[in-house]
């Protein structure tokens, strides 16, 4: 595709764009129409070793970047990203799939992670401590960690990168980022505007693309890198903790999900439907904190899945360039696995109420309907799973204690939403409920503000907030005698 954010598809080492050191390549799609939009260049191990490189050189230890410094490079990529949403938007979209507004409104968001950052960077300034264990006079200096692997996933082109590096670079950490290879034309687009607009030092953020293997595991063996920040899956966070595990590598970890969604027979149902589509049908359904079991109390069951299926059969499918609620799946495998949970769902007993029986589908696009199942049990794939798709799964509880203990009856921890008028029984089952983000009558996800992150195996450390600002820093005591 065209764009002036797209004048260069190489990786970015050392200041400078750079060609794949043997050339290969890998195609980028638009998932709406199936057309290959761009060749990126596929990076080599030495390409990574190469970053890596470059990111050392950029790191200062004994003569750090002053908090000034680093608040301007903060700022700088806030405005350049504000300033060309439209442009970074329509490249999220043809290749996330995305809606064009919600895409747009992506980048704002990234914005306000480097805003926020830049705002409250003084968190990371030096302090002394008031008493004097041992007679000294003890300073905390907030160190940068080191060189930083970012690893990113497709879901959030823009926003997920947003959050690590505005941290990252909050600390002074120079940074080797590697997108998904589903989207790795939005990272690029941010790259151009670093380069062109912040003046930042080279090396302090390197682009490296292609084979997650091949840069997984670079990343994970190379000694100059301390950290590892990752949003992904569950399965491949769990093999970057075993293969960094012998240099005791420090991992951020932002995985998988399966939130629940409660509504108690005292809610608002028609705000409970109204947050339950917001946050459901965001992304196509493709994000970790997105709804995945509505559970329902026994007795509002009925009326809330009838108020539920007319809004649903409501919305609008399509390629996310025209005026659509939902654009595509982000390729094959993920439309398959909601056709497979809704057919597995339908086949063990529940009842379509919204969408396509999955036998009418011809599954030539990538457009899957957005549906309603009711009557989901323990035995359902869509239970247990994460389905990742515009796939509402209903499940009814009878009492407090059930939904709690339905809620809680996942390896995941990352969000949940409960929806009830009663405040005592929202501090309840909130402090009750083993997950980061409990969204009581509301079905909102993480804002630049609140530190948001996993408990279990959805996993470990804070991105946004004070919190996540101090995921890239080691705090280092000197004891001073007299
Ligand atoms: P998803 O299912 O969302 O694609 P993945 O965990 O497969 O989640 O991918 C998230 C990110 O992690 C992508 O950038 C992907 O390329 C990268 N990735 C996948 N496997 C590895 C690995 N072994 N080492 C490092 N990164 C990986």
Known sequence: MESPLLKN???????????????????????????????????????????????????????????????????????????????????????????????????????????YAAKHIQALDSHTLAEKPKDCTWTVHYRP?????????????????????????????????????????????????????????????????????VIGKVLCEHPDVTMLSFTGSTEVGRKLLIDTSDQVKKLALELGGNAPFIVFEDADLDAAVTNLLGNKFRGGGQTCVCANRILVHEKVVEAFGRKLADKVNAMTVGDGMTDVDIGPLINKSGYDKVHRHVSDAL????????????????????????????????????????????????????????????????????????????????????????????????????TPEAPFGGMKASGIGREGGLEGLFEFVEAQTVPRGF
Not at 69 to 84: S, Y
Not at 152 to 161: A, E, L, R
Not at 178 to 201: G, H, N
Request: glycine share 12%.
């Open 9 to 115: 598809l190489h990786g970015y080492v050392g200041g400078r764009w750079k060609d794949s050191g043997d050339g290969n390549t890998f195609d980028v799609f638009n998932p709406a129409t199936g057309e290959v939009i761009a060749r990126v260049a596929s990076m080599t191990a030495e390409d990574v070793n190469a970053a890596i490189d470059a990111g050392s050189q950029a790191l200062r230890l004994s003569n750090p970047y002053s908090l000034e410094t680093r608040k301007g490079w903060l700022e700088g990529i806030r405005d350049a990203l504000l300033n060309n949403k439209e442009e970074v938007g329509r490249i999220l979209c043809s290749e996330h799939g995305k809606p064009l507004k919600e895409a747009q409104g992506e980048v704002e968001y990234a914005a306000g992670f480097f805003d």
């Open 145 to 213: 960690i080191g060189v930083t692997g970012l690893i990113t996933p497709w879901n959030f082109p823009i926003g997920m990168i947003a959050k690590k590096l505005s941290a990252a670079l909050a600390a002074g950490c120079p940074s080797v980022i590697k997108p998904a290879s589903e989207t790795p034309l939005t990272m690029i687009a941010l790259f151009t505007l670093m380069d062109e607009q912040v003046d930042m030092p080279a090396g302090m953020v390197n682009l490296v693309m292609g084979k997650a293997s």
């Open 347 to 446: 086949d063990k007993g529940a009842t379509l109420m919204a969408g396509r029986h999955p036998s009418e589908l011809t599954g030539k696009d990538l457009f899957y309907p957005p549906t309603v199942v009711s009557g989901i049990t323990r035995e359902m794939a869509c239970y247990k799973e994460e389905t990742f798709g515009p796939l509402v799964p209903m499940v009814s509880f009878g009492s407090e204690d059930e939904a709690i203990k339905v809620g809680n009856d996942t390896e995941f921890g990352l969000a949940a939403y409960l929806f009830t008028a009663d405040s005592e029984r929202a501090q309840r089952v909130a402090a009750a409920l083993r997950f980061g983000h409990v969204g009581w009558n509301t079905g909102t996800g993480p």
